[in-house]
């Protein structure tokens, strides 16, 4: 079955204690990414790749820190969190030039 | 700044009745246009999307939307709403190789 898989589905942590969120596609899509969803504010996208090796900034990308050392794998990495990293995340990836996000089940992560 | 605009945090209709939400977007170039779905607890699922071409885009589940490029507008539409089209929607449009969510619209069908 064609998907993307985030783990954990829910994270609770403590502010400073490094965590990684793994996200993995199946598809072979290129193009994987990153968003926060907040109440009232929406998706905003934090980082993305277009391909291995090759990442960038998105919107929100203060705090964060990604890799994409394989096709399929793109984890979101934050090193020291904060409470105000609290939210609801969000991995994505598309074939490159076909636009259609294909979106995990999100992983909610609170930092106390 | 880029950004996208949903103005109804919450859509109410009955069933049966025509629907419509709405997003309007500010954004530099001709950006690629998108609704996305999310049910409780779940991802985000693409229902369609406006690259070029016709004005009127039709997608998944009934729904269709349209393009306006003199408003900035791409309204989600729908004829006759369902029960089950209860859920939260956003529009998005991707300029570059970055994408831009709207604050998302609740929308509530009626029975």
């Known amino acids: 079955e064609a998907q993307v898989t985030q783990n954990p589905r829910y994270l609770i942590t403590v502010t400073g204690k490094k965590l990684t969120v793994t996200c993995s596609q199946n598809?072979?899509?290129?193009?994987m990414s990153w968003y926060r969803q907040d109440p009232g504010l929406g998706l905003r996208q934090i980082y993305y790749?277009?391909?291995?090796?090759?990442?960038d900034k998105g919107d929100v990308p203060e705090g964060y820190k990604v890799s994409r050392k394989e096709k399929r794998n793109f984890p979101l990495i934050l090193e020291s969190p904060s409470p105000n990293q609290t939210s609801l995340y969000f991995c994505?990836?598309?074939?490159?030039?076909?636009?259609?996000?294909?979106f995990g089940s999100g992983t909610q992560l609170s930092v106390l | 700044a880029q950004s996208v605009a949903q103005p109804e945090d919450q859509v109410n209709v009955a069933e049966g009745n025509p629907l419509t939400v709405k997003c309007t977007y500010s954004v530099s170039g001709n950006p690629y246009l998108f609704w996305y779905v999310q049910y409780p607890n779940r991802g985000l699922q693409f229902l369609l999307k406006?690259?070029?071409?016709?004005?009127l885009v039709k997608g998944s589940y009934g729904f269709e939307a349209e393009f306006n490029k003199s408003q900035t507008s791409f309204h989600l539409k729908k004829p006759s709403a369902l029960v089950s089209d209860s859920a939260l929607y956003f529009c998005a449009v991707k300029t570059g190789n970055q994408f831009y969510f709207g604050t998302g619209t609740s929308l509530t069908v009626i029975p």
């Open positions: 790749s277009m391909n291995v090796e090759v990442t």
């Open positions: 406006y690259i070029t071409g016709d004005n």
């Open positions: 994505a990836s598309s074939f490159f030039g076909n636009e259609k996000l294909f």
């Open positions: 598809m072979n899509h290129e193009y």
